[in-house]
């Protein structure tokens, strides 16, 4: 592997489509809460954090980092916890934005509904009701109606 994307994009992979874990437990596993925090938790919560800790500990993702992954009709961003690396989201309309700066997002669309920096840790997720599984371009060139 050559880069920490490529870690975070195998690492990802591994959890939600071979293991079949909940996608909402892919921010607890990458960066997870501090031993000290899970500590002063609710019983039934830090279980669930020191199985998962315990489990996946060589996935615990330490180094500053904020990834984008897309998959099925869902766009995820995530930063490191102590958010080192920067995350921006933002919505106009039906439309959802990540990236690392806001500038970036309004040099694509300079009026937006909202913006704002997702806490370190914290994942973002932007869905779309119906995702294009196969594109009429595609099915057209491969001889199949659309």
């Known amino acids: 592997m050559q880069t920490d994307t490529e870690v975070l994009t195998y690492a990802f992979d591994l959890l939600v489509r071979r293991h079949k874990v909940p996608m909402e437990f892919v921010p607890k596993i990458f960066t997870p809460p501090f031993w000290d925090e899970i500590e002063r938790m609710p019983q ?77 840790g914290e994942m973002v997720v932007g869905r779309v009701e119906s995702p294009v599984l196969e594109s009429p371009l595609i099915a057209r060139q491969a001889g199949r109606a659309t």
Do not use: C
């Open 44 to 120: 039934k919560q830090k279980h669930l954090f020191n199985i998962l800790r315990q489990t996946y500990s060589g996935l615990l993702m330490n180094g500053p980092f904020s990834v984008v992954v897309a998959h099925h009709g869902e766009m995820i961003g995530l930063a490191d916890r102590i958010k080192l690396r920067p995350l921006t989201a933002a919505v106009k309309g039906d439309l959802f934005y990540l990236s690392s700066e806001e500038s970036a997002i309004r040099a694509v669309s300079p009026k937006l509904d909202k913006v704002w920096n997702p806490k370190g």
